[in-house]
Nanobody, 126 residues
Framework: QVQLVESGGGLVQAGGSLRLSCAAS????????VNWFRQVAGKEREFVAA????????DYANSAKGRFTISRDNTKNTVTLQMNSLKPEDTAVYHC???????????????????WGQGTQVTVSS
């Protein structure tokens, strides 16, 4: 059974940092690209960042560039999203998702992702 479990969310003041983790089990993690999306209730899901199977390719939403860093450790089956200089508009539930690499690199299309975590809440106060 495949599981993706996010952790690291919480309440932080604007300008602060959080480090989100996505721990995977039940799949050959090193053959999957992983993505972070976020969603605010009543709004569309939004792409945040993605990393390919090896960590050699990454992609960021414009809103995340320069502030967020995605990385992975295939020996620990984890992907991390380091978020700095947080803003109130970053408030959302953050989900990680995984897609097998054989489908190619098209990280922003959420419909391509097979597995999703339950999400972790990030709240940034002003």
């Amino acid at each position: 059974q495949v599981q993706l479990v996010e952790s690291g969310g919480g309440l932080v003041q604007a300008g602060g940092s959080l480090r989100l983790s996505c721990a995977a089990s039940g799949l050959t993690f090193s053959t999957y690209a992983v993505n972070w999306f976020r969603q605010v209730a009543g709004k569309e899901r939004e792409f945040v960042a993605a990393i390919n199977w090896s960590g050699g390719s990454t992609d960021y939403a414009n809103s995340a560039k320069g502030r967020f860093t995605i990385s992975r450790d295939n020996t620990k089956n984890t992907v991390t999203l380091q978020m700095n200089s947080l803003k109130p508009e970053d408030t959302a539930v953050y989900h990680c998702a995984a897609v097998p690499s054989y489908r190619g690199w098209s990280p922003r299309d959420s419909r391509r992702y097979d597995y999703w975590g339950q999400g972790t809440q990030v709240t940034v106060s002003s």
